[in-house]
């Protein structure tokens, strides 16, 4: 309760110099800047537990969102709408997670996850897709983005240079401490406030893609995004999360080949920027390949067993999974062999596996379609040709979706700060869609008016 007397001084302050003026734009700035950091409490359950989540919460972040739900019901001038090919796949996996209930051993886990999944939906995509309504939200909504990756570089900076796991505003016990790169060595994984290093990798590489696809592209708001990718860069770089690194490199690479095949950038653009990218990692070159080769711990090579526990858990409940949110639960009916006696346990290090294990067949079929969704909803923005603003926008989302989807094959995606935010990015894609739209259709009403 602590964090309450730092957290309402602030948001009473934004109230006064910019909540007055734009009261949606406030309840975006605090629900998107606030959602990574640990403000959540537990209304039903809340029992330790490695997993989705060990009860039904509510955050700061989801009060914004809900307040903005009710002051558009009373603002909007038109319908709630969303038409678009992402709630399908979204509605199936809710249902899939619901059907696996059939065979899970902790029932109202299950129901955690499913109200979960529910809750992010609602509010991060469906509340945010409506709220924004023009260019100029839209805009909004990305820079506070930005200010949201520039506030956990800051502190990921703040804690690799004290040591000390600063996280001034959880409402809980906060990060408890580090973990090391590897035993021997002095450096610490940074975790941001999410509170896994990780995590913070799959949190930082989308909001850094995005802010790149922008900077290079764009004149607006440069210094911001300048700062808010150098120490969000600083914060990934501090993460020492593999995953993380190469889901961003390859994303990367692909967003310079995009803007030079579309001639945004030039060949003598994209070596500068490679240039200068190789220079400021030249000072962590020793601790990154250690990271990299570490194999002492044998990180790496203990999540084999896992996938082996994954597999058999999938042989034995193929179609509706052992039930979501509950494989640490089950996971020792399954390790029965020889060869996974004495191992470290821990959820598998894939989502996709993880999902296959606990929702089956139909679960992981619906999780590919909506991955695959949230890729596609980017199409209409980088394809359309009035606004460069909105091109990079989505361009640089989908470059996120892309290093996710990478980052999923050796992590778990089970944070809700982490599922919200890809939520939120779609959002962008599907409010940037029904903009496009209107324009398009604004366009053609003028020309036909004009022959008239």
Known sequence: MDALKVIIPIYLILFIFYGLKNIKGYLLLTGIVSLPFKTTYTLIGGSPHVGWEQGIVLSISDVSFILLFIYLLFAKKSAFNMHSKIILPLILFIVACSISVLNSVAGMRTLYQVVAFSRMSFLYYFVLTNSVENENDLNDVVMFLSIALLLQGILAVLQYVTGKPYDPFSTGSGIAQFGSIMEGMDAKRVVGTIGKPNGFAQYLVPLLLLNLSLLIGIKQLQKLRLMAILFGGAGLSFSFSRGGWIGFFIAFLFLLYILYRDRIISIKYIFCILVIL???????????????????????????????????????????????????????????????KNIYLHLVHNMYLLVFAEVGLVGIVTWLWLMIAFYKEATPSIEQKQSRYIKLVGLGIRMGIISAAVHMMVSMYISTKILGSLFILAGLLTSANKIIKEDYNYTEKQASRSSV
């Open 278 to 340: 190789i220079i400021a990692l030249l000072p962590l070159y020793t601790v990154i390949s250690t990271r990299i080769g570490d194999y002492q711990n044998q990180s790496a090579m203990s999540r084999i067993p896992l996938m082996k526990i994954a597999i058999n858990m999938i042989k034995e409940h193929p179609f509706i999974g052992v039930g979501a949110n509950t494989y640490r639960t089950v996971i020792h009916s399954y390790t029965n062999t020889p060869d996974l």
